[in-house]
Each structure stands twice: as C-alpha cells, then as structure tokens.
DNA sequence: TATTGTTATACTCTATAACTATA
DNA sequence: TATAGTTATAGAGTATAACAATA
C-alpha cells in the first residue's frame, strides 16, 4: 500500500499551513491592535523603516521591505492623505520623493511601536520566551540562506 | 528621544515579516517540485486529506483545510480537468459531492509526497533537525490556542 | 539611455451574496 | 427552512508594462 488511509490527513503537518496560518493569525491580532491609529500591521512596516535612519527615497523604502515600488505608492498615497507622512522633491536628484513622517506621524509610529510589541507578545503569549527566541532565530535562518 | 535614529529598521525585527518570508519561499519551493507533476502545493494539501480516511464531500474536505467551500469549488474544478479526481453524488444525499482520487490522481499523490518532503527538507536543510523539530513544534502551539 | 514615481492592468487569493437542487 | 454546491462579484495583494519627468 502507498499511502496509510488509518492516519489522519492533519494540515499541521505541513510547514507550510503552519506558517500561513500563524501569520494570518498574527496580521489579524496587530491589525486590530493598530486600528485605533488608523493604520495596519503593512503600514507599520513602512512608519518603522521611515522612523528610523536618514529620510530616504519611495524607492529606498520600498527595497528595505521587499515590496514593488508599485505598492509603495499606493501605501504612501494614504499614509499621505492621513497625515501620518510628507512626500517632497529631492533637491539633488528631483526625480525622487524624499519621504518623512510628520509629527503626527512621529507620533502614531511611538503608539504604534508600543502597540505592536504588545500584540506580538499576546500572539507569543502561550510559548516560552525561550522558544520564541528560537522560533525567530530558526526563521532569520531559513531566511538567510 | 522616542525613537533610536541610530539604529537600523530591519524587517527580521517583526515576526510578521519572517513568517510571510518564511511562508513565500517555501511554497515558492513546493510549487517548482510539483510543477512537472501538474499541482501546486495548495493542490497538494487537498490531495492529501483526499488520499488519507474516508470519501468525503466537498465541504467537509474545505473544513478540514480551513478553505471556503467557494474556493474548494476552483480547486477541485482544476483538479477534476486534470484527471485528478472525480466527484459524484452522495446516494445518501444528493447534495453532496463525494470527492476521491482517480487512478491518475492516487499515483500523482504518492509522487507529489515524496517531492513534497523533498522540498521541505531542502528547505529546512540549513538548520538543524532539532531547530527544524523545535519550530514545528512552536508553530503548533502558537495555533493551538 | 536609465531611473523614479505613477498609472493602468492583470492575476491570485479570499470573502460575501445569491442562486439551484436537494433535504 | 436549512444545507451543499455553484456562480458572480468585489476586495486585498502582487506583479508587469508603459508613461512622464528627470538624470
């Protein structure tokens, strides 16, 4: 016989279900820690990277997080139209937007800091801090490669 | 000072970013080692509940996947194309779809298996069996709650 | 010619609503 | 009335191509 019809055919079994279905479930719980801010797990990726370092080009910003230069501007275009960020010419090369948060923005990113730990924390909750630190250290590993 | 300027916004900081990574690259993985045999990895976990128990109908096969009855509809429309499966009325109730394996699709599963842990090894393969062990196990917590 | 930002477009995934046939 | 499967539709997410402005 090929295959055990008596086991269980469990999604848990693959890595894949896993990783996906923790993500789903730890983008829904940030999400809704964020809402009150007006953003989302997406945009607090890009208010991180902007907080930090020097102010940077749309496209700067976009490579730091992996995502199309395409995406970026539609998450500027309502970060832009909240308030949260200034997209202005860059004097030395016009072609580019230099892009910074604004003192909201500055603002919305520390409550936002604090709100995403919290989350994180609450998703890793049932675990082991020990095993935490492993799930996060195996993962940059994978990712590594 | 709220924020640390002098320190680097990296994405690997937020977990969300290294389980979506995580999840991209190995499915990116699993779909190239199934491609020669028709599927991708999403086929694949329903041909897995399909070859495992007993016939089941369309929804309790999307239940046990965590996939809307929609979406099992396109997967199973895909997959019956192909030769894959069949489906036909349940006797006892004519509402239901009992789905199950053809020949073809018996075969093509046992195939899809082994390349299946073929890619999930290659992909686990830069961490140790035991960190591999460990992050299963975590995951499995963390969605056990 | 190449690069940055933009727009348009398309494709996947996902969720909802409404329809049909059956119960 | 409720359920299983289906269809239509719409919303996110993502990728590609083409364009304007600038280098």
Redesign the pocket.
Known sequence: MSTDSSAAADPRDLLGYLL?HAN?RL?ALT?ATLERLGI???DFGTLRVLAHGEP???????QKL????????????ELERKGIVV?R???????????ELTEHGRQTFDAAQAAYRDAENAFLATVSPRAADQLRRTLRDLLDQ
Do not use: G
Request: aromatic share 0%.
């Open positions: 996906k789903l983008t999400d989302d797990s997406k940077a080009s749309q496209l700067q910003v976009a992996s995502v199309d230069r395409t995406t970026m501007v539609a998450i500027l275009d997209r010419p860059d004097p030395a090369d016009r072609r580019r937007n230099i892009v």
